[in-house]
């Protein structure tokens, strides 16, 4: 079982930098993929995912460049850096976790059996 909460969202304006932070609880925590999420209406849209060892990451087209997700292992936690911020980036953002996604399926929501509450980002122009 894995418990996340997000922090570090904010207002902040365009061309601005937040960076989010996802505490997990759990001891085996270092053995999970985990993965941002931003909700559109009713999706959730693929940001960046992590694997368990953060030798390999992912990113969503729209953030390639300008955000880049890492982790501690021995703190729990996983971080976005989000920089050049757009206001298209609004959002909540959702972590998320799974002991099982493979590298292809990264992005699918449906792969994960663990979510935070979220955390609202709003960039203004």
């Known amino acids: 079982q894995v418990q996340l909460v997000e922090s570090g969202g904010g207002l902040v304006q365009a061309g601005g930098s937040l960076r989010l932070s996802c505490t997990a609880s759990g001891r085996t925590f270092s053995r999970y993929t985990v993965a941002w999420f931003r909700q559109e209406g009713k999706e959730r849209m693929f940001v960046a995912g992590i694997?368990?060892?953060?030798?390999?990451?992912l990113y969503g087209d729209s953030v390639k460049g300008r955000f880049t997700v890492s982790r501690d292992n021995a703190k729990n936690m996983v971080y976005l850096q989000m920089n050049s911020l757009k206001p298209e980036d609004t959002g909540v953002y959702y972590c998320a976790a799974s002991a099982t996604v493979i590298n292809s399926a990264m992005r699918a929501p449906s792969q994960y059996a663990y979510w935070g509450q979220g955390t609202q980002v709003t960039v203004s122009s």
């Open positions: 694997k368990w060892s953060g030798a390999t990451t």
